[in-house]
């Protein structure tokens, strides 16, 4: 396959962030995905998202399976770390990886084919486990790269290009994120920037698993009448839970709102999710409430988009385990290998 490279130049008026990099910067090689792709968008809004986070490109490590959303991660941050695994073996080479040092972001792309099909079980530990990343799905309900085979996030009834009706029922990533103990749980649609981009920098910021699920259309296979993954049927069904806004903790910002219009949900870091609330009977601290508030407007016929759970005060994996904070690299041989009264100590523990 060839890669086309992006020029490096950079005109002289583009604007810098805190960091000195302009939103070229963040991108990648040339996408080879087909015109109007929703993955593209998606690529798009991780770029937006690390720039406006003045995010050191370096400081991010990227790793896919197989398929069209697993391509991507060539498409954006350069210069970044990146691991292309094999189909649906994502999630434990991220948790290696982030075992190994801890300082690094840890960003999973993923597809519905990738992470609900051959990878099912991969999602479902590294989920559990509570591995500090950001997962996201890029979710089509096809496999767009074997020509346009329903996958196992496509609804009940929905239908192919060819007018094959699906009788299988879906796996809904979301819910399965929730029962999981998943901290942070959102779904996005590449075609609504405004929401994905605040989406992604709140769940780069969360401490914990973040699953990210977007509905992204397979222009090629799955964007036709009869679809539920069109671009027509989201844009008609989405309901938003809420209106989104991320706010980034820098000097003291002084404001006044009315009250209950909004809510603020601070991040372990001292970041803060700046939620504007459309349903009153929608909290996002309930997990319980929000399963079941998908589930409700599921049974409509609607596709509900925004943040419907975070929990701020989430431990990650490192935090379960008790790890020490210096990545493995940079440890020796003393800290590696402590002698044999130290492993007679350890294993006297275990008894």
């Avoid at 995905?33 to 990227?62: F, M, N, T, Y």
């Avoid at 790793?63 to 069209?68: A, K, R, T, V, W």
């Avoid at 008609?236 to 003291?252: G, M």
Wanted: charged share 20%.
């Amino acid at each position: 396959m060839t890669y086309i490279a992006k020029p490096k130049l950079h005109h002289p008026t583009l604007a810098c962030n805190a960091i000195g990099f302009t939103r070229r910067d963040y991108e990648g090689k040339i996408s080879t995905l087909c015109a109007g792709c929703g993955h593209d968008s998606i690529s798009a809004a991780i770029i937006q998202a690390c720039w406006e986070l003045d995010i050191e490109p370096h400081r991010v490590a990227k790793l896919s399976g197989i398929g069209c959303s697993s391509k991507t991660p060539d498409y954006f941050l350069g210069q970044s770390h990146g691991f292309n695994t094999v189909h649906g073996r994502m999630p434990s080479v991220l948790t290696g990886a982030n075992l190994a040092n801890r300082e690094l972001i840890y960003l999973g792309v993923s597809g519905d084919g990738d992470s609900a099909s051959i990878g099912i079980g991969q999602f479902v530990h590294a989920i559990r486990r509570g591995v500090n990343m950001v997962y996201i799905v890029e979710n089509n309900g096809v496999y767009g790269l074997t020509k346009g085979q329903f996958s196992a996030t496509a609804d009940l009834g929905s239908k192919s290009k060819k007018g094959v009706v699906n009788t299988d029922s879906p796996l809904d990533l979301v819910g399965l994120a929730l029962q999981l103990g998943a901290s942070f749980v959102a779904r996005g649609f590449s075609g609504d920037k405004k929401q994905l981009v605040p989406l992604i920098k709140a769940a780069i910021k969360h401490r914990g698993p973040a699953v990210l699920d977007v509905i992204s259309p397979c222009v090629a296979f799955n964007n036709h009448p009869g679809s539920t993954k069109s671009y027509d049927y989201v844009r008609e069904h989405n309901e938003a839970a809420n209106r989104l806004d991320f706010i980034d903790v820098r000097d003291e910002i002084v404001v006044d709102y009315a009250a209950g219009e909004l809510i603020d949900i601070t991040q372990h870091d001292g970041s803060v999710l700046r939620l504007r609330k459309l349903h009153a009977n929608h909290d996002p601290h309930d997990r319980v409430a929000a399963l079941a508030y998908v589930h409700e407007r599921q049974a409509k016929g609607e596709v509900v988009t925004g943040l419907l759970y975070v929990d701020a005060e989430a431990e990650d994996l490192h935090r379960h385990l008790n790890t020490v904070p210096t990545p493995f690299h940079r440890l020796g041989a003393k800290e590696l290998s402590p002698g044999a009264a130290t492993l007679a100590k350890i294993n006297a523990a275990l008894r």
